[in-house]
């Protein structure tokens, strides 16, 4: 029987994200992905595993499917770790779910041939061998109020329609006051603003090392391996809208 289309998934507290970058430790990736996705409501368990077949994809389940809805139209093609996120709604429900609608039922373990494993049949294993927390297609029960989008990206400081290629605004005043070095100025951070947001923005420049955020200031310090990356992150960088009213402002940081 064919596989129903990812179009026609319907809304659900479960959400399927893959195109993750699988070089990053599984916990990290799971800590930043709640950071990233708590921003549109309540979360009941992020599923990620260290296996082959499931490296570079995630399962995120929300407390309720407004929440996982608002997460997917707008974080459709984040850069997560260098790598735009592709978010579907999760196709079978998922035993976190379940567990909490009474419907939860142990999955019986597979039995895996001597023969299928000479022949690598374990790869395409039954839906008995998936993730402890697979998909979910719950229900929809719509009982939070409906997030407005411009407050989420307000909170998460990305804006989908944004693009990291897209013309970019001129250059603040202050540009060049300091001399280039490897260390950037970046102001005009939204209150909501995070180290681990900051980073998956300005990792996706050859050189990044880290960033400095400063509490209650809207502005951080981003460090690169030399002046040269640090340029080139600016100049790719300068503009960017964090949200539709508020642009980076980038300079190199005053020695």
């Known amino acids: 029987m064919a596989r129903k289309p990812i179009s026609d998934l319907p809304p659900n507290l479960t959400l399927y994200v893959n195109n993750l970058n ?14 990233v996705f708590a921003a549109f409501g309540g979360i009941v368990d992020i599923v990620a595993m260290k296996s082959l077949k499931r490296r570079g994809q995630a399962w995120i389940i929300f407390r309720e499917v407004s929440a996982a809805t608002n997460a997917l139209k707008s974080l459709q093609g984040f850069p ?47 839906p008995a061998a998936a993730p402890a927390a697979a998909p979910a297609a719950a229900k929809p029960a719509e009982s939070a109020p409906p997030v407005s989008q411009k407050s989420i990206q307000d909170r998460i400081g990305w804006n989908p329609q944004q693009s990291v290629n897209a013309p970019k605004a001129a250059p603040p005043k202050n540009l060049g006051v300091a001399e280039p070095n490897k260390t950037l100025f970046v102001e005009n951070l939204p209150p909501e603003a995070t180290d681990t947001m900051l980073s998956m923005l300005f990792r996706q420049y050859p050189g990044f090392q880290e960033v400095r955020l400063i509490p209650g200031r809207n502005v951080a310090f981003v460090d690169y391996q030399n002046e040269y990356q640090a340029g080139m992150a600016m100049q790719g960088l300068q503009g960017f809208a964090m949200t539709p009213e508020v642009k980076l402002a980038l300079s190199y940081a005053r020695k």
Not at 22 to 35: A, P
């Open 22 to 35: 699988d070089k990053i430790n599984v916990e990290t990736v799971k800590k930043s992905l709640r950071e």
């Open 80 to 126: 997560f770790y260098n790598k735009p996120m592709r978010i579907n709604y999760a196709r079978s429900k998922s035993d976190a779910v379940a567990k909490v609608d009474g419907t939860y039922v142990e999955r019986p373990k597979k039995i895996v041939k001597r023969e299928d494993l000479r022949k690598g049949k374990t790869a395409a294993a039954a």
